[in-house]
């Protein structure tokens, strides 16, 4: 218990206000971790869920991420699907 008793008063002394400046790059730091998934939207992939699944803990691994930025740009396509008039 004496350690979570340090966690706490640790927790309790942080100056949230030091942190307003960063508010503003929270978007964009979004933007960049899911940057596999919105490519794979964009390009329409057939592995959408696959990837975009694979990109919640990938991103935390450059390797990972890497990998995933390379499997958006590169899978398969969803099949065009000929339209069809009445």
Do not use: C, H
Not at 29 to 49: A, D, E, G, M, T
Not at 60 to 69: D, G
């Amino acid at each position: 218990m004496e350690i979570y008793d340090k966690f706490v008063e640790k927790i309790s002394q942080v100056d949230v206000t030091q942190f307003t400046p960063l508010i503003p790059f929270i978007p964009l730091i979004l933007v960049v971790y899911f940057l596999p998934s919105i490519i794979s939207i964009f390009r329409n992939r057939s592995q959408l869920k696959l990837i975009t699944l694979a990109n919640i803990p990938a991103g935390l691994s450059w390797f990972a991420w890497l990998a995933l930025m390379a499997w958006a740009i590169s899978g398969k396509e969803f099949p065009k699907r000929k339209s069809q008039s009445i």
